[in-house]
């Protein structure tokens, strides 16, 4: 059965810090991983997925995170914190042979302070 | 392209009562699904639907009903409230192959007094 743990419900980090959110996973079929980010008040927004073409995985604002199938990890990452990444961010997986049915993480709150 | 849209945004009920949320969405997408967030504990998935006349119970699917008579809609009823049903509602679409990235609405906030 697939899971998703997600280390620490909240990491503060100072403007201009490097951001490092922890996603570990478990799947039993080669897994689709997505990160995703929960500003208040709205509904959330993708920030990136792993879909085994790259382990390296880009996405928007500056964020990136990297597919490590040793460590059954999904690490989100980036270099410089800016104020406007205040947010809870949510680690997923797919649970496999129903799309669209995805399993998330507990959420991590990041605060960025000045 | 509105997305995913759901109504009410926000909504207080008493105990015992009845209502249902609403939830459209305008992607042509087949699969759609039901989410309620609550502090601490990520988004658990309440029921889903991989297509019109078809759906499927998630991991807390108790109290709660859907139906999918359209690929458009997918309304959440619950029949008598409870205080435990007090949660923020989220509402995704899918598309039913590829890698399953869920769209999402801007949630409903649900109270039950």
């Known amino acids: 059965a697939q899971s998703v743990t997600q280390l620490g419900s909240h990491v503060s980090v100072s403007e201009g810090a490097l951001v490092l959110l922890r996603c570990n996973y478990s799947?039993?079929?080669?897994?689709?991983l997505f990160w995703y980010v929960q500003y208040p008040n709205q509904g959330l927004q993708l920030l990136l997925k792993?879909?085994?073409?790259?382990?390296l995985v880009k996405g928007i604002n500056g964020f990136e995170a990297e597919f490590k199938k040793s460590e059954t990890s999904f690490h989100l990452t980036k270099p410089s914190a800016h104020m406007s990444d205040a947010a809870e961010y949510f680690c997923?997986?797919?649970?496999?042979?129903?799309?669209?049915?995805?399993?998330f993480g507990k959420g991590t709150k990041l605060s960025v302070k000045p | 392209n509105a997305g995913v849209t759901q109504t009410p945004k926000f909504q207080v009920l008493k105990t015992g009562q009845s209502m249902t949320l609403q939830c459209a969405q305008d992607?042509?997408?087949?699969?759609m699904s039901w989410y309620r967030q609550d502090p601490g504990m990520g988004l658990r998935l309440i029921h889903y639907?991989?297509?019109?006349?078809?759906?499927d119970q998630g991991e807390v699917p108790n109290g709660y009903n859907v139906s999918r008579s359209t690929t458009e809609d997918f309304p959440l009823r619950l029949l008598s409230a409870a205080p435990s049903q007090t949660s923020v509602y989220f509402c995704?679409?899918?598309?039913?192959?590829?890698?399953?990235?869920?769209?999402f609405g801007e949630g409903s906030r649900l109270t039950v007094l």
């Open positions: 992607m042509n997408h087949e699969y």
């Open positions: 639907s991989v297509g019109a006349g078809i759906t």
């Open positions: 995704a679409s899918s598309y039913p192959t590829g890698t399953g990235e869920l769209f």
């Open positions: 997923a997986v797919s649970r496999g042979g129903s799309q669209g049915n995805l399993i």
């Open positions: 792993y879909t085994s073409a790259a382990t």
């Open positions: 799947s039993s079929v080669p897994p689709y």
